[in-house]
Structure formats: C-alpha cells, structure tokens
C-alpha cells in the first residue's frame, strides 16, 4: 500500500482514479491510512472535486430490489388486517417499465443535497403511480389535502432562510418528487428532519371548541381539522408568515399554492409509453373532479 501513496499524492492520478471509485470507495480508501485520508480527505475542495467524478455505489437500486430503508413496508402505517391476513395500504411496487436490473454506475448526476453522484436506477424517485410516495408530485399537494412537507419560520429565521437560498429562476418553490434528483440517504434524511419538526413544532386543533391561542399564530387547514405551526427555534411565526417548502425552504406563492391538480402527474400521465389505466383529472372550468381514460 506504500507503493500507492506517491502515485495518489499527484493529482492528475488521483483525480483519474477516482473515475473508477464510487464516493464510498473514496472515503473508505482515505480513511485506510493517514497518508490517504491528508490526499483524499483533509481538503474539502479536493474531496469535493473527486466525488463530482466518482461511479454511483448502487445502494439505491439495492434497497429498492429487497425493500429496505424507506422503501420498506411499515407495519403500523402501510399495512392493514383484512379477510386474507395482513396487506399493505398501497399498490406493491409491480413497476411496468422495463427497467435497468443494474446500477448504470457511468451515467450517474450529482444529488441535490449531498452531491454524490447517483444514477436514475438508485436516484429517489416513486417508480409505480399508486404507491405511498406518489400521493403527492408537489411536496405540498396531496389529493387529501393535509397539510405537509411544509415548514413555516418566526421573522428572524424567515429573513436567515431567505438570505441563505441558493440563486434560482423561481422565487417560489418548484419541486417535484418525480424530477428532483436526489439519492436515497439524503431522503430518509429529509423525511426523518421533516417528521420530527412535525411532531414537536405543530399541534393540530379544530376538531372540537375554537383554541382562540393556537389562532393567534401561523396556522393551515389540514384535511378536515387545522395545524398551528410554531419555528423550529420554538418561536410562534405571525399570521401573515410565510409558507416554506420543507424540502428546498423556498417560499410557496399564498395565491396559487392549493391550485394545482394533485392527480396529475406527467412523469406517469404524459408518458406514451404507459398502459391503459383510468386517470382523474381536475377539470378548472367544472370545479369538479371527474374521470377520464388514459392514453
């Protein structure tokens, strides 16, 4: 392994290497020796610009073959008890494309988050139209209309949050789960932030007498009852606050945030290649939700 350290220590070599090496490889390889981890590990900006060309590890393809982590069934919350045993809440995952059964380790982008490459088989992204994830295109947007993925901040953290957005083409959050790229540690990561601010900065009230404090502060009609919302410093947020998207912390518009069609989805709707299945549409000029075939 000594023989290593002076080929890896010249960056034309290193950076070559690395073409061959998922990031895992990489950070196991520095932490091999102290040699390897001062070359590949202490500078940030080298590490950095190694990972930009490393291969995708296919963990994401792994997990979603033997469904693990969060493609997972949970047994209080996916499945339920019926005439024939136990059966999950939604349509398995039988995808009807024929997909890669391999990592394409070569053609891999960099996620949004983390910036590991991650190719389209391991890349987070609901590949079956009725399943838990695909409720929902926009994060916002469910056809229950609960309210979630969404985070509100006290004005001080609001202007923090604000100043610390990176430069986009839209002031307005514009995500959506089917065209995002991201790899599956850094959703579990997102699910996991998201659920624990839901459960200690959110009370949901309206389902019995008026609560005249919980509506003193920032608040959201959530299905059938309300969900009063507090900053995650545990500051109230006004009335008028913002409303941020959990997942890109961009601001949604109060005007048009509820007007979309949350039964469309063009990553499944707009796709030729689809088989015939029944599809709703919410037809604006009716106000209704009718049914129609799909293509």
């Not at 080298?46 to 982590?69: I, M």
Request: charged fraction near 25%; hydrophobic fraction near 30%; proline fraction near 6%.
């Amino acid at each position: 392994m000594s023989n290593l350290v002076p080929l890896l220590s010249q960056y034309a070599i290193l950076t070559r290497t690395a073409e061959y090496l998922s990031t895992l490889d990489l950070f196991h390889l520095a932490l091999a020796n102290s040699d390897f981890y001062v070359i590949i590990l202490q500078s940030a900006h080298v590490f950095n610009r190694l990972k930009r060309t490393a291969l995708c590890d296919g963990t994401g393809l792994k997990e979603r073959q033997e469904f693990r982590g969060i493609y997972a069934l949970n047994s209080d919350k996916d499945c339920r008890w019926g005439p024939t045993g136990r059966r999950p809440q939604y349509d398995e995952e039988l995808e009807v494309r024929v997909w890669n059964l391999k990592c394409d380790a070569t053609n891999a982008l960099p996620c949004r988050d983390c910036g590991i490459n991650v190719c389209e088989e391991c890349r987070f992204v609901p590949r079956v139209r009725d399943s838990k994830y695909s409720a929902c295109r926009r994060p916002h947007n469910n056809k229950y209309m609960y309210s979630s993925n969404v985070i509100c901040y006290c004005p001080a953290c609001d202007e923090k949050v604000e100043a610390d957005l990176p430069l986009s083409l839209s002031e307005y959050c514009d995500c959506d789960q089917y065209t995002r790229w991201i790899c599956l540690q850094c959703k579990a990561k997102e699910q996991k932030t998201h659920g624990l601010y839901k459960r200690k900065r959110t009370i949901e009230f309206g389902l019995g007498p008026r609560m005249p404090d919980l509506e003193a502060g920032k608040w959201l009609y959530s299905h059938q009852s309300q969900l009063a919302y507090w900053c995650p410093c545990g500051a109230r947020p006004p009335v008028e606050g913002h409303v941020r998207c959990a997942w890109c912390k961009r601001r949604h518009n109060p005007d048009t945030w509820m007007d979309e069609n949350p039964y469309y989805i063009p990553f499944f709707d707009d796709d030729p290649n689809q088989p015939s299945r029944e599809a709703f549409f919410f037809r604006e000029s009716e106000g209704r939700i009718v049914r129609s075939k799909g293509s």
